[in-house]
């Protein structure tokens, strides 16, 4: 029977209990393997009130975190609150975060005074905290304070996505690149750089680099809907559907992707389940225009026209300037005979400076080319 590394290191700590660097070694031993029912034992063993080390009671706490024992890792940080100092700061905001308390963890941050001593990596935690809870510039504005003395991987990596998100690509891409180099495997960089190649249609580079997050971790929502995004360009459509699915699964409050995967099942003529899709962008949010068109279009292909008509009406008092408004605009004008009006609303349409991501874009203008020209009896394949 094979014995492990951590194992070994178990059984030589038990015989020698006051040796604090074999403990020391162990705790990661099994925090490198992911060993928690080693854990589980090795916890109860450990005569804490009689270690001074900070180092193993931050240890110990993380392993705590990291197992779901988050109860006893709470009563840990109580306990040797002295001992763990600053580290108090950094686990009771990894608490609040691991529980999805975005709130939490930055209140717990904020509650100490500037001068405080924190933890470099509480800022980073922080700063995502920002970020989860969609306060891009708040993330920003911390990372910006803390790259200037604190260069690593996490950092910068985060720090890519913030101005991925503001719309500064070239920004993105520079630190994106930066966190590489300290860093390989950097999965925010490495979401960053996918972003950036895919938005300057360099196709085979974004698929390069959604490849290897998929490999880091294949349960990330955003990059399951980029993997969506390639797939729509090579007319992968049940591909794309299936990666639209897994981004609403792990990303499930996320209008966008919604309306991503709406529109692919539009285009292979799914409408019940485009219909589907559009009404949970709208239990998201009631109010975004977009979704209301994507209905409208739904019943323009259920040939009720008087109902899209009353759709497509309210998303413009919403968003005049809603691309999908006008692209049902387009399909009703069509409907009614009206060829020479949905043309000429398809070259405004071609002609915007849309929000739409452009991949989606140009597949959504096909789509309405090929519904108006097969009317006239002019529709070609290409």
């Given at each position: 029977m094979n014995i492990s590394r951590t194992e070994k290191l178990m059984s030589f700590w038990l015989n020698d209990k006051k040796n604090e660097l074999l403990l020391q070694e162990l705790l990661t031993s099994i925090s490198q393997h992911k060993e928690f029912e080693i854990y589980a034992k090795a916890y109860s063993e450990i005569p804490f009130d009689q270690i001074k080390s900070q180092a193993v009671h931050a240890s110990a706490v993380e392993l705590l975190i990291q197992s779901g024992q988050t109860a006893s890792a709470k009563q840990h940080l109580v306990t040797y609150q002295l001992i763990l100092s600053q580290w108090c700061i950094y686990f009771n905001a990894l608490i609040q975060f691991k529980e999805s308390n975005f709130d939490g963890c930055i209140e717990t941050f904020s509650n100490f005074p500037a001068d405080s001593k924190i933890l470099a990596m509480t800022y980073t935690l922080?700063?995502?905290?920002?970020?989860?809870?969609?306060?891009?510039?708040?993330?920003?504005?911390?990372?910006?304070?803390?790259?200037?003395?604190?260069?690593?991987?996490?950092?910068?990596?985060?720090?890519?996505?913030?101005?991925?998100?503001?719309?500064?690509?070239?920004?993105?891409?520079?630190?994106?690149?930066?966190?590489?180099?300290?860093?390989?495997?950097?999965?925010?960089?490495?979401?960053?750089?996918?972003?950036?190649?895919?938005?300057?249609?360099?196709?085979?580079?974004?698929?390069?680099?959604?490849?290897?997050?998929?490999?880091?971790?294949?349960?990330?929502?955003?990059?399951?809907?980029?993997?969506?995004?390639?797939?729509?360009?090579?007319?992968?459509?049940?591909?794309?559907?299936?990666?639209?699915?897994?981004?609403?699964?792990?990303?499930?409050?996320?209008?966008?992707?919604?309306?991503?995967?709406?529109?692919?099942?539009?285009?292979?003529?799914?409408?019940e389940k485009a219909e589907l899709q559009f009404q949970s962008a709208l239990e998201l949010n009631p109010s975004f225009a977009d979704s209301?068109?994507?209905?409208?279009?739904?019943?323009?292909?259920?040939?009720?026209?008087?109902?899209?008509?009353?759709?497509?009406?309210?998303?413009?008092?919403?968003?005049?300037?809603?691309?999908?408004?006008?692209?049902?605009?387009?399909?009703?004008?069509?409907?009614?005979?009206?060829e020479a009006s949905a043309k000429q609303m398809i070259e405004r349409i071609l002609n915007s400076k849309s929000h739409v991501n452009e991949l989606t874009h140009q597949q959504l203008i096909e789509k309405s080319m090929k519904i108006i020209s097969e009317r006239s009896g002019k529709y070609n394949e290409h």
């Open positions: 922080c700063a995502r905290a920002h970020y989860m809870s969609g306060e891009i510039e708040l993330a920003k504005l911390v990372l910006d304070k803390y790259i200037t003395n604190h260069v690593n991987a996490e950092a910068l990596g985060l720090y890519a996505m913030c101005w991925l998100d503001l719309g500064n690509y070239e920004h993105a891409e520079e630190f994106a690149n930066n966190a590489i180099q300290e860093f390989e495997y950097q999965l925010d960089a490495l979401l960053a750089l996918a972003s950036c190649a895919l938005a300057k249609h360099e196709i085979a580079l974004a698929e390069k680099y959604v490849g290897k997050c998929l490999q880091i971790n294949p349960y990330v929502g955003r990059v399951w809907s980029l993997a969506g995004q390639i797939d729509l360009y090579h007319a992968q459509y049940n591909n794309a559907v299936i990666a639209f699915e897994k981004a609403v699964t792990f990303m499930p409050n996320h209008i966008g992707t919604y309306h991503l995967l709406a529109w692919t099942y539009l285009i292979i003529d799914e409408l209301h068109a994507g209905l409208a279009i739904i019943e323009l292909n259920r040939e009720k026209l008087d109902e899209a008509n009353k759709l497509i009406k309210k998303s413009l008092r919403l968003d005049p300037n809603s691309f999908t408004a006008h692209y049902a605009q387009s399909l009703l004008s069509a409907k009614n005979g009206n």
